[in-house]
């Protein structure tokens, strides 16, 4: 890999965490359709779009419904999470992602943002990192999910920095994957088991350093 120049930042479970919101809005929906929603159910939901994770939840229920339906049904859950995430501030911000960010922009290297999530804006503005980032490409963005590249070719062309010169920060299989698909670096933020195919894996932001993105 030549010298990292950008560094690009998946948003759930890597800067912020909106996960635990997304399972609440999903748990809510199978709850007034009668069935239950564990944390175990929510992580086959990983990195997946909304109308793919409303099919495995659907599938869990073992409940049919009509296409129009699903729509309805997606579209609630997403207006119960956008509730949730109104009521989120800087606190909510993932440990050690504001000294990184710090030391990246002392060190000049670009910033973006590579979410699916069409609520990327607003989350970031109710944690105050809007200003940290170079580009912002989110889910109004794209027309690809993950493991498709776009999202962080977008970004890398936003930044106006080639490709391999690109550190990826990802929480999700499919997002390491977009990342390897797309000729970047890739720095897993999770578990070893889960990320075992990108080059380097953390257990969080804070365990990150400019050393360690040049290694």
């Not at 950008?6 to 399972?23: E, M, N, Q, R």
Request: contains cysteine; aromatic residues 8%.
């Amino acid at each position: 890999m030549g010298t990292i120049r950008a560094c690009i930042f998946d948003l759930d479970g890597v800067v912020v965490d909106t996960a635990k919101y997304h399972y609440l809005a999903w748990k809510r929906l199978a709850q007034e359709m009668g069935f239950d929603f564990t944390p175990e159910d929510n992580e086959k939901l990983k990195g997946v779009s909304r109308m793919d994770s409303l099919s495995i939840l659907l599938n869990i229920g073992g409940i049919k419904i009509s296409e129009e339906e699903k729509h309805q049904l997606a579209e609630k859950k997403n207006n119960w999470y956008k509730e949730y995430i109104d009521t989120m501030t800087p606190e909510e911000v993932l440990p050690g992602v504001v000294n990184f960010f710090e030391e990246l922009k002392l060190n000049h290297i670009k910033m973006a943002l590579g979410s699916a999530s069409k609520n990327a804006q607003s989350i970031l503005e109710k944690t105050n990192l809007s200003h940290w980032f170079d580009a912002i490409i989110d889910g109004t963005k794209t027309q690809e999910a993950k493991p498709n590249p776009e999202v962080f070719l977008l970004g890398a062309r936003e930044l106006g920095i080639e490709p391999k010169h690109c550190a990826v920060f990802e929480d999700a299989e499919a997002g390491i994957q977009a990342a390897l698909n797309a000729n970047m670096y890739c720095i897993g933020v999770g578990s070893p088991q889960v990320l075992s195919k990108a080059h380097q894996v953390i257990p969080g932001l804070f365990d990150m350093n400019m050393a360690k993105l040049n290694v």
